[in-house]
């Protein structure tokens, strides 16, 4: 068994501001490894413009000899160069991959074998077998013990709930809370109404299979594992004691889809009384799960600002997607919330199956009728893991599309190698690139249309652009970070990012 390791968070280029939410799952498996009695260095590259640099000189450094690195799709790029320079400069190293994307393109593989296709999931995770000794896919807090093994297997899955390696809501909370003290927190710059806040994940999963949603073929990201209340309430205070924050973004998928998740708010709200502090929080609701009740408890909890993946404005398209929320439900969360005085950021996406002129301008229309506090709108990007990637056959070479069951509406997406382009994850006005179109529209008119609503809904609503704000533009990608990987759409980039210069590199042996 190998006893000491180098983890590294690959840089996500295409973000405004990379050091806004750190990169828990990584954290995680450093916490359980540091547990076990292993070295655990960590090299954190997020906003590390020399990245390739920062990394050779870490190897001219150290002895290390094993590396894990994660990867979320469009860090995928980035991940290539480190692990073809972790080749040159260290050959016999062996070099480990988990993390999101590797656990969407095997699932992919699944699925592909269920249907006797071999098609470009296979293909994608041959690539990455070439690159990488070891694939991890799925939880990795107990995955990577045998990746670390004298003989590992190619790929060890956790994503196989009938596996040991998959993690139940038991083992969840045995675990110890992620090992930020690897990293230097300082640096990361995330703030709720002037609040300083870290983010945190509650609960794992989403049971909903929305087209355009990744993981909707992994029990890793479909099954909902909750924490209880009292744990998650527990790490708060642990993050208020050791960091002095009072700021929580939960970047779970859908808080409510717990259903105790009323009861968690009280929770919060009695510890908040006990350790004579306020906290403000954020995170994310399903619409139609969204009730009087919850919203008064969240308020009364410290929350401000709750997001919502509304998508679209139109009916067809939120049936063609399984939304399971109505235009009528999202209208009457919209109500709820304001009732309770929580403000609203409405997450849109467009390039849906059957879009169109007319089911943009009727998004366009819906959020001028329901005046959320912000919002974004994305062209989506038909990812690994998703079904509109899953589910999608080839009708023309390099083009892929999906159609739906029900309206037969379709949506063609051009073939993108994701190891080596991430153009495709452009999401600043003016900067979009867009790799789907529809029967209706070409991607350069989705881009067109998507550049006309946001500024004419920002215009009509007095709502700024968030350019100039990290963490809201951060959340403009919905979370294919080494957070949760649940919704996955376009991100955003911006030529003014800060560039950083150094690194920091903190070892636990």
């Not at 596996?163 to 110890?176: D, G, K, R, V």
Request: proline residues 5%; glycine residues 8%.
């Amino acid at each position: 068994m190998i006893r000491r390791i180098c983890l590294i968070i690959p840089p996500s280029l295409f973000l405004l501001d990379e050091r806004v939410f750190m990169s828990l799952g990584i954290l995680k498996v450093a916490a359980v490894l540091e547990q076990d009695g292993i070295a655990v260095e960590m090299l954190d590259l997020s906003g590390v413009t020399n990245y390739e640099d920062a990394l050779s000189a870490h190897l001219r450094s150290s002895t290390v000899q094993c590396f894990g690195i994660t990867a979320t799709t469009p860090q995928m790029p980035a991940t290539a160069k480190i692990q073809e320079t972790i080749r040159r400069l260290r050959p016999s190293a062996r070099i480990i991959l988990g993390g999101p994307h590797v656990t969407l393109v095997y699932a992919a593989v699944k699925h592909e074998r269920k249907r006797s296709v071999i098609g470009r999931a296979a293909r994608s995770i041959k690539q990455l077998s070439e690159m990488f000794d070891v694939l991890v896919t799925g939880d990795g807090e107990l995955a990577v013990f045998e990746a670390l093994k004298e003989n590992p297997p190619a790929i060890v899955d956790g994503d196989d709930p009938k596996s040991s390696l998959f993690l139940n809501t038991t083992a969840i909370e045995e675990l110890p809370f992620p090992a930020r003290h690897l990293i230097d927190v300082s640096t990361y710059r995330y703030s709720i109404d002037g609040t300083r806040a870290l983010s945190m994940i509650a609960q794992l999963g989403c049971p909903f299979g929305c087209g355009f949603c990744g993981g909707r073929m992994s029990p890793f990201l479909r099954r909902v594992r909750t924490r209880s209340a009292q744990h998650i309430v527990d790490e708060m205070v642990h993050l208020y004691t050791t960091y002095g924050v009072t700021g929580f973004m939960l970047y779970d998928d859908e808080l409510n889809v717990n259903p105790k998740v009323v009861s968690l708010m009280h929770l919060i709200t009695e510890a908040q009384r006990r350790l004579g502090v306020e906290f403000r929080l954020r995170g994310f609701i399903k619409a139609e799960l969204f009730t009087d009740e919850q919203a008064g408890a969240m308020y009364e909890a410290g929350f401000r600002w709750i997001l919502v993946g509304f998508e679209s404005g139109h009916p067809r398209i939120l049936d063609n997607i399984q939304k399971k929320a109505s235009r009528d439900d999202n209208t009457r969360c919209m109500e709820i919330a304001r009732r309770h005085n929580l403000k609203v950021k409405a997450l849109m996406s467009l390039g849906h199956p059957g879009e169109s002129e007319e089911t943009i301008r009727a998004t366009r229309d819906w959020l001028v009728e329901v005046r959320p506090d912000d919002f974004d709108a994305t062209v989506i990007t038909t990812y690994p893991g998703t079904p509109y990637f899953d589910e999608a056959e080839e009708t023309a070479p390099g083009v892929w599309t999906y159609t739906c069951p029900k309206s037969q509406d379709r949506l063609h997406g051009v073939e993108v190698d994701y190891c080596r382009v991430a153009e495709y994850y452009k999401g600043a006005p003016g900067s979009y690139t867009a790799f789907v179109y529809t029967d209706s529209l070409t991607s350069v008119q989705l881009v067109d249309l998507r550049d006309w609503l946001e500024a004419d809904v920002r215009a009509k609503l007095s709502i700024p652009f968030n350019g100039a704000n990290p963490g809201m533009r951060y959340e403009h990608s919905m979370g294919q970070s080494g957070l949760p990987p649940f919704m996955l759409r376009t991100s955003s980039r911006s030529s003014g990012n800060a560039p950083r210069k150094g690194i920091r590199l903190i070892s636990s042996g």
